[in-house]
Nanobody, 119 residues
Framework: QVQLVESGGGLVQPGGSLRLSCTIS????????VDWYRQAPGTQREVVAT???????FYADGVKDRFTISTDVGMNTVYLEMHNLKPEDTATYYC?????????????WGQGTQVTVFS
């Protein structure tokens, strides 16, 4: 069973920064896409940023120019650097990985880490 372990969430004031980490229990090279999602109470889970095995990364509107997704292949870790945080960024953030092997897709989720932006 693949495990994704997130860390780095916490409380921060508006304008502050946090770095989320997600360590995957197997090689990150196996995955076509590695994402960060978030879910605020009463809302649907939404993708925040995606790094693909090929091609440019994707960022949701509203986080472009503030968030950066990156990977450390050697550490099998994906990061989400978040700057200029706003109250609307408050949510549980989830790490997600996806792979497609000959048309057979599979994905895995982390347990989530809470980010709270308060003034």
């Amino acid at each position: 069973q693949v495990q994704l372990v997130e860390s780095g969430g916490g409380l921060v004031q508006p304008g502050g920064s946090l770095r989320l980490s997600c360590t995957i229990s197997e090689s990150i090279r196996k995955y076509n896409a590695v994402d960060w999602y978030r879910q605020a109470p009463g809302t649907q889970r939404e993708v925040v940023a995606t790094v693909f095995s090929t091609g440019p990364s994707f960022y949701a509107d509203g986080v472009k120019d503030r968030f950066t997704i990156s990977t450390d292949v050697g550490m099998n870790t994906v990061y989400l650097e978040m700057h200029n945080l706003k109250p609307e960024d408050t949510a549980t953030y989830y790490c997600h990985v996806y792979r497609d092997v000959l048309g057979d897709g599979s994905d895995y989720w982390g347990q989530g880490t809470q980010v709270t932006v308060f003034s």
